[in-house]
């Protein structure tokens, strides 16, 4: 299941140093979202019943972590963007993704691969 723009902001702050709490999170991604800690909580809810993150307990405090890889869900969202708003088919070129700070060099060969998939998929559904 591909995570809503929202979840894909949390995704990116576990990615980048997880695990984290609620409170941690919410306060990374606080300006950008613009909501109150109570949405991100449920949000945080949300996204464990999805299987997106991993909820664990530490004494009375819930921990995250993603639960979903990194390389696969970003070339996912990538593609389904390009075909929807470009109407591209065929494979993205991963020269896009040189300065991400979310991909670094070791995922890029990954991320290639994966778009190639996910190219050829499209073509044959």
Request: charged share 30%; net charge negative; aromatic share 6%.
């Given at each position: ?19 984290c709490?609620a409170?941690?999170?919410h ?17 945080l ?10 909820i664990?307990?530490q ?13 696969k ?16 088919d ?35 559904a």
């Amino acid at each position: 299941m591909q995570p809503t723009a929202p979840e894909l902001e949390i995704l990116k702050v576990l990615w980048q140093r997880q695990p984290c709490t609620a409170r941690e999170l919410h306060d990374e991604i606080e300006a950008q979202l613009q909501w109150s800690y109570s949405s991100t909580r449920k949000t945080l809810e949300r996204m464990g019943e999805k299987e997106l993150v991993n909820i664990t307990s530490q004494g009375n405090k819930r921990i995250y972590t993603a639960q979903v890889d990194k390389v696969k869900t970003l070339a996912s969202f990538a593609q389904d963007f390009a075909k929807r708003v470009f109407e591209l088919d065929g494979p993205l070129p991963v020269a896009m993704f040189t300065d991400s700070k979310l991909i670094d060099d070791g995922e890029i060969a990954d991320l290639e691969k994966l778009l190639k998939d996910l190219s050829n998929d499209n073509k044959e559904a």
